[in-house]
């Protein structure tokens, strides 16, 4: 299973940005899908989580500004950021919960990452 995040860039506080996050491979379900970033000098922190089903779950301080979703038939997540401000600069980090194959529990999944810088 791969994950390809995409999106990231350069934005001015106040922007917006779309970050996308395509899964692929022998996929039997994906499950839980989310959102992690990791600022510089600082441990990686959950921004947003998606079921299946299309429940969410946002950090306190983001669900005002982001919004998470998916598009099951796409295997893809995205995270809509919006009111950027330079405390969001981070590389940012897909996650999948996914079964490669009937019965099984399934894994954790990674994407590579993106950078989302915020300047002036």
């Known amino acids: 299973v791969q994950l390809q995040a995409s999106g990231g860039g350069f934005v001015q506080p106040g922007g917006s940005l779309r970050l996308s996050c395509a899964a692929s491979?022998?996929?039997?379900?994906?499950?839980?899908m989310g959102w992690y970033r990791q600022a510089p000098g600082k441990q990686r922190e959950l921004v947003a989580i998606?079921?299946?089903?299309?429940?969410?779950r946002y950090a306190d301080s983001l669900k005002d500004r982001f919004t998470i979703s998916r598009d099951n038939a796409k295997n893809t997540v995205y995270l809509q950021m919006d009111s950027l401000n330079p405390e969001d600069t981070a590389v940012y980090y897909c996650?999948?919960?996914?079964?490669?194959?009937?019965?099984?529990?399934?894994?954790?999944?990674w994407g590579q990452g993106t950078q989302v810088t915020v300047s002036s």
């Open positions: 996650k999948a919960l996914a079964v490669v194959r009937f019965g099984d529990a399934g894994r954790d999944y």
């Open positions: 998606i079921t299946a089903g299309g429940s969410t």
């Open positions: 491979g022998s996929i039997f379900n994906l499950r839980t």
